[in-house]
Each structure stands twice: as structure tokens, then as C-alpha cells.
């Protein structure tokens, strides 16, 4: 439904949003800060965000006391000490157009008095989607470092950030007696894809645990997108398994000093790399702000091709005397801003609603689209998740749907288009038995997957344990690839792994497949080699 427009409400109406926003707003700045595992798009925050805004500029006599244009993220959760940040830890106010942002160039001449002639120089830097972080250096040395918090306060997180490579322990002479260095935390595309399948994996092998009656300990989590598989590996408080994940670290501003250690704030990220630091290299001093329009479009241009998410640029007013007289206004900067991208979305229609079925036997509902191009890639499936959030999005084969590629890597269904159902659409019934076995799927506990209990007799299960088996994750038997499973189960010649080494008993056989024959090395009986063997990868 859409919001009634801000000049149509009469003063109980806004009090009532007002109220409910603050509470929204609470609660998904929780989900993200604390919990690194949000319900609704940045997008749709950013809306949220927005509209309280409005609200609260046509009623400013009912803003409240708890407004969340007031606060910046959420607060410290249990289990970290707390660290005060020497300044203040602030947000930074978003522009969508060419437009806003010259509305922000103007407020900037308008504050510090200057002609409409006077040109404003940039630094134009990609906003990297990851989570900010205050580090503390004395004479020097590596002293603490904390997440952002809820502005004033955030975790200490020092013994995880020390097991960053790219962080510096000592800076290079000469420094500052004391300064707080502030930048983003995060991981590449690559390596979240990476870190996903090993979460993925470890929760199917804590099922197959479980299955088999073992107690078990914390839930594994399969992080959506790599904002939150940063947050949640720095957030460990085990700083040893934050050792594991492939973090990196991009600085990019100050908060309190002992002293200033630039003039411009060009030459204060040259000062950063001189101390040790890793900035980003495609941050650029922009001379005006037709180069910072130039630049929004050049770097949005090559975005997918980054190794890192970004969802815009920061731009911030190169001379720091001005920063300075500019100072701040509720929880943002006036001297920057951050110029965000358009959601990478699209609308398309649901063909289809596919189950697979896992090696534990749990029932994925995968979605099945009319191709559509998602900012640049041609996308067909999307993921659905479980039965449960497909009944909460209420998605119905036929609708049309908005698609949305999280963090640029999974594509995801963020809901319904209902203008555009068809009457006759029916809501979407779960399979109750397996689409492969027929064998009864059933939901144990508070499970949210619904599971085939076919066990070894089902086809999917046992391929898809073959599968697993001879993959590089498990035994790692090259040249048996994953797609010749298939091909052996369905001709009948495996059924379990022990199959798999009874091969060469079968070489006549396999002879007549198309494209099969004999090997030159066989040193493993079927003819394959293992080249790795992962202790506790087995199915
Ligand atoms: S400057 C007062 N620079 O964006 C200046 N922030 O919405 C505040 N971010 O919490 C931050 N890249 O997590 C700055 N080059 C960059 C940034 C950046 C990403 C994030 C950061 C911050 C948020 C502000």
C-alpha cells in the first residue's frame, strides 16, 4: 500500500506514523547492527528513513524524544566490553540524484558564505559495504578498536581486528601523539561466495548430525550478503574464528587527534598510506562538482566489476578548515554525503516454483523466472528460501515480482507486485512428499526446512550424497566430476560411495558410454585420482 502524501495527514495520523516508524526503524537497525541479519533491503530502509524524515520536517513540534533521526545504529550487544570513540562515530546523509547533490553543494556555499562562482573540490571514495570501525593509536602503536555502536559507544573488538592483515599494529614516523583512524571493514565477493558454500556446508553436516541424534551446539549461519558475513566474523567472540575469515580493511577517515595531520583531506589519505594504511586507490580529488557527477557515473559504470560491494560514493569537501566551520547537523556531516546507486531491481514474472532436494533431504523452493536484467546480469532463479517465507511473501506462481541482487551476488524476491495477480493465482502449496521419492516431507520441531524422510532411498538424496562425496570439498576425486554422478546412478552403476571404487569392475560397461573409455592412469581403481582427503567431509 502506499503512504497517504505527508500534506494529507492531520496531526493524530503523523503522531501515529511518527510512533510506529520510531519503533520500525528500532527494530531493523537491530536486526542489522546487532543481529547482522536484516529483513528488509538498505533500500527500503533508506525509505523508512526518508519518510520519517519528511514527517518530522512538516511536524517539527512532534518529534520525539526517540526519534531515530537522533540515534546512529543500535546499541552494544552482550558479550563485548564496551569502548567509548574519542568523537562521536556519525552516519552520513544520502543523495539519489544529480539533482540533491547539487541542492548539498548549495547549502555548503550558503553556510560558509561563499559565491555561487566559488568551486568546490571532492574527494569522490566508493562506498564499500561492510561495517565502519574506530581504531585507537598511541605514540604510534595499535591501541583498541571498536564497531561503530550506537555512535557514541560501540563493542570493543580489538583481539578481532589485530587478526586483520592488512591492519597496521605501528604506524611509520612521523604521527600523531594520539589519533582515532576510522574505516570500513569487509569481504570481497569472491571470498563470501567461498565463505558461504563452507557455511553452507557445515549446516548440512550439523543436520546430518543432528539427524543422527547428536546434541548439537550453536546454529550455523549462512550469511545473505557480504555486509553481514563481515559483521558477523568481526562480531566473533572467539577471536580465533575471526582469524579464519578473509577480512580486509580500507581507511578512510579520522575522529579525534592530538593533532591535525592534513589540510586537505586529499593529502589526509596520503598521509594514511604513508602510516601504513590500505585506501581505497580509486579515491579521487574531484576539482568541481561537474567531476564528482562525472565520477558517480565512471565508478557506477564499473561497479560489478569490483571485488568488493559498494552502494554508492562518499563525497567529502576536500579542505578541512571548512569541514570545520561546516560541523554537523542531528547525526551527519554537512561537508559529505553519500551519493547511492540505484537498487540493483527489476520486475519479472514467476514461472515456476522448483523443489530441490538436498543430501540431507532438505526441500529448497528455488524460483523459476522470465529472464531479466538485474543491473547488467541476465538473472532466471532466485532463491525462496524455505516454505515459511514463501507463505510470508505470499508469492504465487504467475505474479509478477520485484527481484533484487543482494550485495550483487544472490538474487532475492522481495515481494509481490498485487496490482499485477491474476484472480484466479492460488496461494503456493508446499510439497508434502519429496518430489523425487514421493517418501513423506516432514517438518521436525522448529525446523523452518521441511525434509524428504526417504533417507538412502531416495534418488535425490543419494546423488546428491555422491555428489558431495567425489567433490572437492570431500574426497576431492578428480576427473569423477559432479555431472557424471548422474550419468552412473542412472545407468545403475552406483548407488553408494563403496560403488565408486567397484568401477573398474565394470570397465566393459562403461566403455560404451559416449565419450567414456579407458584411462591412461588409474591409480585408484576406477580410474580417477583422490587428490585430497577432508577428514570429516564424508557423507
Ligand atoms: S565517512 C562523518 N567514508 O558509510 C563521516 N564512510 O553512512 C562518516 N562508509 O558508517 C563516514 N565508505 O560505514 C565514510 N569512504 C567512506 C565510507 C564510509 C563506507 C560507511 C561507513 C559509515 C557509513 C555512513
Redesign the pocket.
Known sequence: MKAPAIQDLTELDAVIELASLARDIARHDRLYHAKDQPEITDAEYDALVARNRALEARFPHLIRSDSPSRRVGAPVAEGFAKSRHGEP????DNVFSPEEFIDFCKRIRRFLGLAETEALAFVG????D???INLLYENGAFIKGAT?GDGAEGEDVTANLLTIPSLPQHLKQPFPASIEI?G?VFMEKADFINFRATQEEAAEAREARRAAGEKLGDAVVIPANPRNAAAGSLRQLDPRITATRPLKLLA??MGAASEAPAETHHDFLDELRRWGFAV?PLSRRLQSEDAAESFQAEIGAGRAALAYDIDGV?Y?LDRIDWQRRLGFVGR??RW?V?WKFPAEQAVTKLLDIEIQVGRTGALTPRAVMEPVNVGGVVVRHATLHNEDEIARKDVRIGDTVMLQRAGDVIPQILGVVLEKRSTDAQPYAFPLNCPACGSHAIRDGEDVVRRCTGGLTCPAQTTERLRHFVSRRAMDIEGLGEENIQTLFDAGLIKSPADIFRLHQKREILAGFEGWGERNRTPNSWGGIITAWKPGALP
Not at 89 to 92: A, I, N, P, V, W
Open positions: 562515530m556519525l552516519s552520513l571514495e566508493p562506498k564499500i561492510g561495517l565502519s561503530r576510522r570500513e578512510y577517515a581505497n562518499v567529502k551527519a556531516p559529505a553519500a
